[in-house]
């Protein structure tokens, strides 16, 4: 061994040289304990008998149901059915949320009704059928008297789109309870809509 001025002299470093592959050897690392155990899990995940891979089947489906159930409700133009799509219709679903509609009131005037049904009083079955009938005829006149205005409005707003079906449609959302409506109303009653749609 040569000595230096200052001290030995250092011995080449072979630390940093890769090691030679083993004859016989896989030719790459060894995996460790995590990414054996990852890999276990996933290998385990995949279905091996017709009866696991109906059940992934229908897990795949049940998450895309719900995919699509959430999309629809929240009004994504990419889940909405064809009758829903379009400026024209996403309009007549504000323009009907907005208004305060009469069926709103159509379950607890049934409900009163009923009551007064069962009472046992002729006096108080007229008087409940009288609710019931008024109830009606003012849901009627709503619709009517809503129908002339959203047709007004679509008539500005759209002129150039064609205008069969939207009063069946707009006539449908009116009698469902807004909480049922799907897509879920954006607007509040009352609310003032924006001037264009497109």
């Not at 849901?139 to 007004?152: A, E, N, Q, W």
Request: hydrophobic fraction near 40%.
């Amino acid at each position: 061994m040569r000595l230096s001025l200052f001290g030995r002299s250092k011995s080449p470093d072979t630390s940093s040289t890769p090691a030679a592959d083993k004859p016989g050897g896989k030719g790459r690392p060894t995996p460790t304990r995590k990414e054996a155990e990852a890999a276990a899990k996933a290998r385990a995940k995949v279905p091996r008998t017709r009866r696991e891979q109906l059940a992934a089947q229908r897990r795949a489906g049940n998450e895309s149901s719900k995919t699509v159930r959430a999309g629809m409700k929240a009004g994504d133009e990419r889940y909405l059915m064809p009758r829903d799509k379009g400026p024209v219709r996403r309009f007549i679903r504000d323009f009907v949320d907005s208004r305060f509609s009469f069926v709103e009131l159509m379950i607890p005037l049934l409900i009163v009704t009923l009551v007064l049904g069962y009472s046992g009083s002729i006096y108080l079955v007229s008087i409940g059928n009288t609710i019931l009938l008024g109830t009606v005829l003012l849901v009627v006149l709503d619709i009517v008297l809503m129908r002339f205005r959203l047709r007004k409005e679509l008539v500005r707003r759209f002129p150039e789109e064609p205008l069969k079906g939207t009063t069946y449609y707009a006539v449908m959302r009116s009698l469902q309870m807004k909480f049922m409506r799907i897509p879920k109303a954006k607007v509040k009653i009352g609310q003032t809509l924006p001037e264009t749609y497109r």
